[in-house]
């Protein structure tokens, strides 16, 4: 009755936690900033709703958003496009089924880390393909020889992400120059995810589109302004990727939220002090999280950027005992095979929070 596609993925891992929360559980579950949307931003959609400004926009998004863009990624990213090689989307879950609609085939390969976020696996089936998981090395990061020895001729895709959902991980330049390479010379492209850009707390960013034009570069306001229910994401790549994902995004979205990209124009072209404000914020937040489960005995990678941390816990029922107890967690198994054993924990959550939290942890870990 349903196809084979669909019944072959299950519902994301990280909701099924909160089925069975209790209304007075913490949860560390969910990664999303606990801030609000910043008043400059929220003034810019208000002024598009006084303007009247609700109805179709073009549908690779408002000219100026683009346009904002384009100075975003000449300045930050260190690479230039036109406002022709961006496309606004309906967050960058949208950007990512996009691209993937846009490359694959029925049995084409796509290369992912793993443990790697959610959606990659799941978008990769949806939209026909097969999804292969590269092993993660023992500081949780995605190295070249192990791609190198994942791709087989039916190889298309290689999704990128850095700093990474669920590890907390950054990958360093000469690794992301190192992959770029591999994809040039194999003809794959590189699905670059970097919604976490902005929350680096050791190291620095690099986009793979620095070396590569075989690049799709997928981005959001969603996690850097606190505007996760505002859903504006956006990709950046070479003409020919953006008119092939168009053509797919005409007819299941037709535009992302004029409003919404209003006060997304607002956040781009705006002050960035809240941002800053925010990535001080986690930083605190993660070093008081690592500290209680060093003090716990247990073994967690240091995370270096995003919201997340993923410790080796041992126990493959960690996330439902916690559960029961009052903490939601995500179980490192909706991450991919190598995430068995293992929990992600967001720290976008109060340092309160927290502190209440580690100390279930500690009793029931």
Request: proline share 5%; aromatic share 6%; charged share 25%.
């Amino acid at each position: 009755m349903f196809s084979e596609k669909v019944r072959s993925i299950d519902i994301s891992g990280i909701r099924k936690m909160f089925e069975g929360a209790g209304p007075n559980a913490i949860n560390l579950g969910l990664g999303q900033p606990d801030f609000d949307t910043p008043e400059h931003i929220k003034k810019g959609a208000v002024q598009a709703l006084s303007e009247g400004f609700t109805g179709y926009t073009a549908n690779l998004g408002i000219p100026e958003l683009r346009q904002a863009l384009c100075g975003k990624f000449e300045k930050e990213n260190h690479f230039s496009v036109r406002p022709d090689e961006i496309i606004v989307t309906s967050g960058a879950s949208e950007a990512l089924h996009l691209a993937l609609s846009a490359l694959i085939d029925p049995g084409d390969e796509v290369l992912m880390p793993d443990p790697g976020f959610v959606s990659y696996s799941a978008l990769t089936k949806i939209a026909g393909g097969r999804a292969t998981g590269v092993p993660l090395d023992e500081k949780l990061t995605m190295k070249p020889d192990a791609v190198n020895e994942c791709i087989t001729p039916k190889t298309k895709a290689i999704i990128l992400n850095s700093p990474s959902n669920p590890t907390g991980t950054v990958e360093k330049k000469q690794e992301i120059k190192a992959l770029a390479e591999i994809a040039d010379d194999n003809d794959i492209t590189i699905i670059s995810d970097e919604v976490y850009e902005h929350f680096i707390y050791e190291g620095e960013h690099t986009s793979p589109a620095q070396f590569s034009d075989n690049v799709i570069t997928i981005n959001a306001v969603s996690k850097t302004y606190a505007m996760t229910g505002w859903r504006i994401g956006y990709a950046a790549a070479r003409k020919d990727y953006i008119e092939q994902m168009l053509k797919v995004h005409q007819y299941i979205q037709a535009c992302a939220c004029s409003i919404s990209q209003k006060a997304a124009l607002a956040a781009i072209t705006g002050p960035q002090d809240c941002v800053g404000e925010m990535r001080d914020s986690f930083k605190i937040r993660r070093d008081l999280l690592l500290e209680g489960l060093s003090a716990m005995g247990i073994r967690c990678v240091r995370p270096e950027g995003a919201f997340y941390a993923f410790p080796e816990v041992g126990d493959k029922d960690a996330a439902q005992k916690l559960l029961k107890s009052g903490v939601i967690v995500a179980p490192g198994e909706a991450f991919g095979n190598n995430g068995k054993g293992h929990i992600r924990i967001s720290y976008a959550t109060s340092e309160a929070n927290l502190k209440r939290a580690l100390g279930i942890m500690g009793k029931v870990l």
